[in-house]
């Protein structure tokens, strides 16, 4: 089992990023910190979930070490936050999983694999435009976040029968799919 996204970022992203790469960094980093602290939540959340624990706190330090990547990149360019804004596509995910204890865990882990993909695709489109050291930053992104999916999706096998995953991520790549679309292309991961 695979993550396959339904529909593919629009140009106006890219071109949306590329015109104001400044403003796209400082989203970046943001969303790298919160990559860390939701990793760490899976821990916190889940104390008698051992098999979590390992690839969380893993995850949560290459999400860090991101984050101190793209500060670099913020730092080299005298950048400042204005304000940290919320995630509207991530928080529509959030917003639409299962309230129910069992079925939440799935969901989370399921909205895990499909947002790490969105980074696979779009790390991947930013390293292909960029040139020098900065495109090779975001191809390597791209391709721990390839890393990334597929620990969400081994612990969802892990902990759920193939049948409810195959159904739950057939809704979630719908559901992301309609969530990227939603917001208008901006300097932002999302
Ligand atoms: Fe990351
Ligand atoms: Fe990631």
Redesign the pocket.
């Known amino acids: 089992m695979s993550v396959t996204l339904r529909a593919a970022s629009p140009c106006a992203w890219l071109e949306a990023v590329l015109a104001d790469f400044n403003a796209f960094l400082l989203d970046h980093a943001s969303a790298e910190r919160k990559?860390a602290a939701m990793a760490v939540s899976f821990v916190v959340q889940y104390p008698d979930k051992f098999a979590l624990h390992k690839p969380m706190i893993q995850?949560a330090r290459?999400?860090l070490l991101?984050y101190q990547q793209v500060m670099a990149l913020i730092h080299e360019r005298n950048l400042i936050w204005e304000r940290d804004t919320k995630d509207p596509y991530v928080t529509c995910l959030i917003g639409m999983m299962s309230t129910d204890s069992e079925m939440r865990l799935l969901d989370r882990l399921l909205v895990g694999a499909v947002v790490?993909a969105r980074?696979v695709e779009r790390f991947g489109l930013i390293g292909g435009q960029l040139k020098d050291e900065l495109g090779a930053f975001y191809t390597k992104l791209s391709q721990?976040?390839s890393r990334?999916t597929r620990s969400f999706l081994s612990l969802a096998r892990h902990y759920f029968e193939p049948l409810p995953i195959e159904k739950r991520l057939d809704r979630w790549l719908d559901l992301e799919a309609e969530a990227m679309e939603a917001v208008p292309p901006r300097a932002a991961l999302h």
Do not use: I, K
């Open positions: 990559a995850l290459e999400e991101h790490e980074g721990s976040e990334h």
